[in-house]
């Protein structure tokens, strides 16, 4: 396979190479509308075939090294507080099982930091945002992830860190790992505590789904929309590569964070 970052993309259908195409304002419009409209953006078959292919065996080769996620969490993905009522939302431990590919893990010459590395995708996801400004994450283990989900693995309900995330889903399972959520719950100057109590106790009427085939890129408003993926189910392990993006340059993880998430620093 040619080494250039575009041939791993389906650029007839998605000319983020192209900024001042009609073609490229249409989609950008259009991602823009689906973020407004339902919090999440998806973009099928956005990588060929033959670069998800190799894009899978990469992470099989990493995946056995991957640092096992097992710790609980609550919703916010913050420190444990007393001070909240034992059936507050922030007091509901949330367990996550997964296992984690970090940025290092991955060879120069692999095709998902290449891709991560090209300056088209991280142009087009910005304009989407509408960040003047939006810059790679510096840190050597979270700027490229993989969540690597087995059999009976899951990722419990929570809010991203991040205003939005992006992510590819390289491979999916045969049944479960269904990435659920609740869109836009929580408001930019609150919580949101009534509402994500209602997701908790699994009253709350608007859950939805998202049925993403492999090969496509998702743009997700995750900081405001609670999301959970179901357990995987049967022998095909669930890959999803995540692209971190920064509203400013140089932006690291803490080494307490590192040691947390990654089982290690860097």
């Known amino acids: ?89 922030r007091r509901r431990p949330q367990a996550t099982e997964l296992d984690s590919v970090a940025f290092d893990q991955f060879r120069p010459s692999d095709g998902l930091p290449r891709l991560y590395a090209w300056d088209p995708l991280l142009s087009f996801v910005a304009d989407v945002l509408d960040k003047e400004h939006y810059y790679r994450m510096a840190d050597p283990l979270a700027a490229l992830t993989v969540n690597v989900m087995r059999e009976g693995q899951n990722h419990g309900w929570h809010f991203d860190e991040s205003e939005a995330t992006t992510t590819l889903m390289l491979q999916a399972p045969e049944a479960g790992g269904v990435f659920e959520y609740a869109p836009d719950v929580r408001p930019a100057d609150g919580d949101g505590y009534e509402i994500v109590d209602q997701v908790l106790r699994g009253s709350y009427p608007d859950i939805r789904t998202l049925a993403v085939k492999p090969g496509t890129l998702i743009l997700f408003v995750g900081y405001r929309s609670m999301h959970r993926v179901t357990p995987v189910e049967g022998p095909v392990t669930r890959y999803v590569a995540a692209f971190c993006y920064k509203d400013r340059p140089n932006v690291r993880n803490s080494r307490e964070v590192q040691k947390l998430f990654y089982g290690r620093t860097a």
């Open 1 to 89: 396979m040619n080494d250039s970052a575009l041939d791993f993309i389906d650029s007839t259908t998605y000319p983020i190479h192209q900024p001042g195409s009609a073609a490229y304002r249409t989609l950008v419009a259009k991602c823009r509308d689906d973020l407004a409209a339902q919090s999440a953006c998806l973009l099928p078959g956005f990588v060929t075939e033959e670069a998800r292919v190799r894009m899978v065996a990469e992470v099989d080769r990493a995946a056995p090294d991957a640092f096992p996620c097992r710790r609980p969490h609550n919703v916010y993905l913050e420190e444990h507080d007393d001070a909240f009522p034992p059936d507050h939302p």
